[in-house]
């Protein structure tokens, strides 16, 4: 079968801007947060939005999920550019590019919480340790080592960090044991759990991710026909998917959301992120707008936090109903994220930073070089 129109990275920021909303809603409407505010959730029952919230963590290996998808896909395309590209090449570039952009937020959010006289360096205690702490943070390790987070939600930075760090090993055994890496992942999930528990909870979700990109899995399904009119196919397939979601919800939320980690937070995301490509990622104006709020993800992600609980509880949870609360946090994170990368120009931390990144990049090639002479 050929593969007529591949999963772009146009489209990994529509499914990027589905899963932030998740979030938002994940966050938003978890059991104990909302109550006191007297949210309206009208027409749904409470209890079942509750359920949907809680449901929504899947938000965690869809990211996860497309990081792994991405990176084979970039990775494969720099090597075939260039075939003594190395893998310690491309682990170096990509995490520098996802490092400097954390740490200008990180310092953003440190400033404003300063200017605001609110947390800053209480969190990270008194005494000797306060600095060690806040570089600890400053590096996105401070989940992986346990110490304090200025915001509980930037654990996600360790784990990604992680996921960078571990993408060579990865891709060394993913090339000689081909698929057998998928039960060799879930052979291994309580030995890597033991390392770092975030990272063996998503590492299957970030296996599928670079499996399903190496193989066109999600353009093979969609291409895929039922029957020969196209429209009745379309059908089939959105009437059984959304079957399957109601399902998989149904399921996650029960027993086995304490049971089969692999599953739920590894081919379930990966299911929703293939029902978005199937149903969503065609639909004219949203996919733009989905598009929009995918390209500031990591902005809105790193700050929400800051609106939704720190500093802005009771704007966030005043207007009541569900969705305008929703729908105000989101508008609120963007127009932060627009001031952020105004900054980010204006102060040309961009160009510096990435005259810094192609510094190092080239200390790598010399010595590969070197050690090809």
């Known amino acids: ?18 899963t932030l909303l998740f979030l938002l809603f994940h966050h938003c409407f978890l059991k104990g947060r909302f109550e006191e505010f007297g949210v309206i959730f009208f027409p749904f029952p409470e209890k079942y939005m509750v359920i949907l919230a809680a449901f929504l963590k899947i938000c965690v290996g869809m990211f996860v999920f497309l990081s792994g998808y991405g990176m084979i896909r970039s990775y494969n395309h720099r090597l075939k550019k260039n075939p003594n590209y190395t893998l310690k090449e491309y682990v170096v570039d990509r995490y520098f590019s996802l490092w400097n952009k954390w740490f200008f937020v990180f310092l953003f959010c440190q400033i404003f919480c300063f200017v605001a006289s609110r947390l800053q360096f209480n969190v990270y205690g ?20 346990e110490t304090p987070l200025l915001i509980a939600t ?12 571990i993408f060579p090993l990865i891709v060394v055994i993913y090339k000689k044991i081909g698929v057998y890496i998928i039960p060799l992942t879930l052979v291994t999930y309580k030995l890597v759990s033991e390392i770092y528990f975030p990272l063996g909870r998503w590492l299957f979700a970030f296996v599928l991710g670079i499996y399903c990109a ?9 291409q895929k026909n039922i029957t020969n009119n196209v429209a009745i196919s379309k059908l089939i397939k959105f009437i059984i998917l959304t079957l399957l979601f109601i399902t998989f919800i149904r399921f996650r939320q029960g027993k086995g ?18 029902y978005c490509y199937e149903f969503v990622n065609d639909i004219k104006y949203l996919n733009n707008v989905l598009k929009f709020i995918g390209e500031h993800s990591m902005n809105i992600f790193l700050t929400h936090s800051f609106i939704r609980a720190t500093y802005f509880e009771y704007w966030t949870y005043h207007f009541q109903y569900w969705w305008l609360i929703i729908l105000v946090l ?19 931390y961009d160009k510096l930073m990435l005259s810094l990144k192609k510094r190092i990049l080239s200390l790598f090639s010399r010595r590969r070089e070197g050690n090809l002479q």
């Not at 930037?154 to 760090?165: P, V």
């Not at 190496?214 to 969609?222: C, P, S």
């Open 126 to 145: 008194k005494g000797s340790y306060p600095i060690l702490y806040f570089i600890i943070d400053a590096l996105g390790f401070a989940d992986f080592f």
């Open 154 to 165: 930037w654990w996600y930075m360790s784990l990604a960090f992680c996921i960078i760090l």
């Open 330 to 348: 989101l508008i609120e994170s963007i127009l932060v994220s627009i001031v952020i990368e105004w900054l980010i120009k204006t102060l040309h």
């Open 257 to 274: 959301n304490y049971i089969y980690y692999s599953f739920n937070d590894g081919f379930i995301p990966m299911f929703v992120i293939y």
């Open 214 to 222: 190496d193989h066109f899995i999600f353009e093979r399904l969609k």
């Open 1 to 18: 079968m050929v593969v007529r129109r591949i999963f772009s990275r146009d489209d990994t920021m529509i499914v990027k801007g589905v």
